[in-house]
């Protein structure tokens, strides 16, 4: 090796958990390298001017994950990171020109799913603290080392949560929503939750897992709440990159790792595009698994057979944004005019039904492009000025259920016919955004892949499915961050617990590096959690008499304690 530099571990990719995993390595002491190979940190948790003045969340578009334990150790707030949760969360508009709003306040939500079915007020209540009772289980490992699927199950078993388990992990997202709410508007909008890069539709058993998964979501103690960071999701990467580097790390971007070098089956570091390289006796890669064992590993670094099975971990399923920059916000089916209000603060579902998202599903498996689409938007500049000059905003769209592979041509042939479906099915619920679209920035399913890094445009970086999970994520042979390699290990969304931006995947590869180099035994799971708050709440309204006991306290403004207690996350 013609070494420029060595060190004790270094970073493959800038992404989030790459920085996260950076920072607890420095603060434990270790001299950290990171090497980015795009001029802008953040991997898909970045913002970017696609447009002189105006700035976007490019991939990432909420934070609704990042675990506050990642906040509080690497001292975000501390480097710059703040977050606002606007209100209200989410706002969905129908082809009939009904609309659904979602609130901080649990009583205003009610209110606006009893205008639709007071059945389906009462049944979010209980929905709502079942996935809670499911995330209290499940969060045992999101920052440990991953169980075993059957060791998931058993903790299930053992607290004789059976069938919450087959709600939340086995069942379709079609099946999973029929339990509890009977109107086309409340499950059209809570589908969209179901099938975010997902290879299938709603009806595609153990979809319903995106619910579980997302469990783990809170903000400012609150279960279920989510943020904007101010500035875009790039705030939260930046205060990454400058919280590591105040411990000491270094951080290059523009720095493309062409190759992880082996020898005798030892990482010995990286070479980078341009020839230089630089050795250590750990290696982190935040790539996704294909591209790293694929990619940046030459064929006889590892025996063919786990190529093989690399190969075939699967990564179908991507998603498109298109970055809009407009003079004039949207005027949305049922409302009188376009000024700024409620709807246009937070995440805002377009056209959502589980026809649509079935319709989508079945032009991804013939690889064609959907005749209609499902959007969701953000329109953060509402919110946070800092994003956009006075009289124009940032509308960011998204697109789920899309192929990365065409039957006909390619995402770069096409580019042009996918944006105009895209805007049309956008003009129908926001006619008046005709002629005030200055401009638009699209970014395919080709673009995650090639500008972004990312195999096969999957955001997850692995399928989040029931046979890539836990300790098979995305192999078993490397389930546990570390590889068939010594010294090698992953700490991006294709490890456990999975993609979103969590900062997981990062901090438990960190702390496996750690353990590993000091001989430790890896972290446990957190204690089991019978007799909670929230497993308690949802027994109670397993029956209809408490049931309607529940929502009438949560619609009493004296007994309001009540829900907060039911959504509060008390960790």
């Not at 070494?3 to 434990?28: E, F, P, S, T």
């Not at 997202?173 to 099938?195: A, E």
């Not at 007799?531 to 009493?556: D, H, K």
Request: proline fraction near 5%; glycine fraction near 10%.
């Amino acid at each position: 090796m013609r070494v420029k530099q060595a060190y004790d571990a270094i970073v493959v990719g800038g992404g989030h958990n790459g920085l996260v995993a950076a920072g607890y390595l420095a603060r434990a002491g270790k001299k950290v390298a990171v090497f980015e190979r795009r001029k802008v940190l953040g991997g898909a948790c970045v913002t970017e001017d696609f447009f002189p003045g105006v700035s976007f969340s490019s991939c990432s578009f909420i934070q609704a994950v990042l675990r506050p334990q990642i906040i509080r150790d690497l001292e975000l707030s501390k480097f710059g990171l703040e977050m606002y949760a606007p209100d209200p969360q989410m706002f969905a508009v129908f082809d009939d020109a009904t609309h659904v709003f979602a609130w901080q306040d649990v009583d205003k939500t009610l209110s606006e799913f009893a205008r639709h079915s007071k059945e389906d007020a009462k049944n979010f209540l209980l929905f709502g603290t079942r996935l809670r009772r499911f995330g209290e289980i499940a969060d045992r490992w999101l920052m440990t080392d991953p169980p075993s699927r059957a060791t998931f199950i058993k903790a299930f078993e053992d607290e004789g949560e059976e069938e919450l388990l087959n709600e939340f992990f086995f069942a379709s997202t079609k099946d999973l929503l029929s339990r509890y709410f009977k109107s086309p508007q409340v499950r059209g909008y809570l589908t969209f939750y179901g099938i975010v890069s997902i290879w299938g539709g709603p009806s595609t058993p153990g979809t319903g897992y995106l619910f579980g998964y997302h469990s783990s979501g809170e903000f400012e103690n609150t279960f279920g709440r989510w943020a904007f960071p101010v500035g875009g999701m790039g705030s939260i990467t930046q205060a990454m990159a400058r919280s590591a580097q105040a411990h000491g790390a270094d951080i290059h971007v523009s720095s493309d790792v062409d190759e992880i070098l082996v020898s005798d089956g030892v990482a010995r570091g990286v070479r980078l595009a341009d020839g230089r390289e630089f050795a250590a006796p750990v290696i982190l890669s935040n790539a996704d698994p294909k591209h790293t064992f694929l990619k940046l590993l030459r064929p006889g670094a590892v025996g063919a057979s786990l190529r093989k099975k690399v190969e075939q971990v699967d990564t179908r399923g991507s998603m498109a944004r298109l970055h809009l920059l407009i003079d004039q916000l949207p005027q949305y089916l049922g409302f009188p005019n376009a000024e700024p209000g409620p709807q246009h603060r937070g995440h805002q579902l377009l056209g959502c039904s589980e026809e649509r998202f079935e319709d989508a599903y079945s032009s991804m498996l013939r690889g064609e492009l959907p005749s209609d689409y499902a959007i969701e938007a953000i329109i953060q500049s509402v919110t946070d000025p800092t994003l956009a000059p006075s009289g124009r905003h940032a509308m960011m769209l998204g697109v789920q259920n899309l192929s990365m592979t065409l039957a006909e041509g390619d995402w770069d042939s096409r580019r042009e016919e996918f944006q105009a479906g895209v805007m049309e099915s956008l003009y129908r619920y926001a006619p008046n955004l005709r002629g005030h679209v200055l401009g638009c920035h699209v970014i395919t399913p080709l673009d995650l892949e090639r500008t972004y890094g990312i195999t096969g445009g999957n955001i997850f970086h692995t399928a989040m499915s029931v046979e890539h999970m836990f300790s098979a994520r995305p192999i078993p042979e490397m389930g546990t961050y570390n590889t068939p390699v010594k010294g090698l290990y992953l700490c991006g969304a294709g490890s456990h617990p999975g993609g979103g931006v969590s900062g997981a995947p990062g901090h438990n590869a960190a702390q496996a590096v750690l353990a590993d180099l000091s001989g430790a035994k890896r972290q446990a799971p957190i204690a089991a959690t019978k007799g909670t708050s929230a497993n308690m709440i949802t027994r109670m309204m397993q029956s209809e008499r408490g049931l309607s006991l529940g929502y009438t306290f949560a619609r009493n403004r004296v007994f309001r304690t009540f829900s907060r207690l039911a959504m509060r996350n008390r960790r």
